[in-house]
């Protein structure tokens, strides 16, 4: 089970931390991720961590590179999402998501086997 927390209303150009945590019985070895949902859109991929046994390697959508960092607790899952920079088009529910075995195609939402609830992030104008 996945519990994200840290979503707020935020002005554009301000700074939020996200986190999402793990259920203590979840296998430590997760590969994880943050996607978000805004109304009537799919799912869209926006950061993914490897597990540090699995490189820690990390992958960004295009539109939040170079502001946004993601990151994780090493050998726990828990997960962390840093944004800045915010613009009004990061508006959405923020959920992480988790899966033990990684998928080439972790963009897509149908690779992540586990989800948790979201949590809301509102960048006002």
């Known amino acids: 089970q996945l519990q994200a927390s840290g979503g707020e209303l935020v002005q554009a150009g301000g700074s939020l931390r996200l986190s999402c945590a793990a259920s203590?019985?979840?296998?430590?070895?997760?590969?994880m991720a943050w996607f978000r949902r805004t109304p009537g859109r799919e799912r869209e991929f926006v950061a993914a961590?490897?597990?540090?046994?699995?490189?820690?390697?990390?992958y960004y959508v295009d539109s939040v590179k170079g502001r946004f960092t993601i990151s994780r607790v090493k050998d726990k899952n828990t997960l962390y999402l840093q944004m800045n920079s915010l613009k009004p088009e990061d508006t959405a529910v923020y959920l992480c998501?988790?899966?033990?075995?990684?998928?080439?195609?972790?963009?897509?939402?149908?690779?992540?086997?586990?989800w948790g609830q979201g949590t809301q992030v509102t960048v006002s104008s």
């Open positions: 203590e019985r979840t296998n430590s070895r997760l590969h």
């Open positions: 961590i490897r597990h540090t046994g699995g490189s820690g390697s990390t």
């Open positions: 998501a988790a899966v033990l075995i990684w998928n080439v195609q972790y963009w897509t939402p149908t690779a992540w086997g586990s």
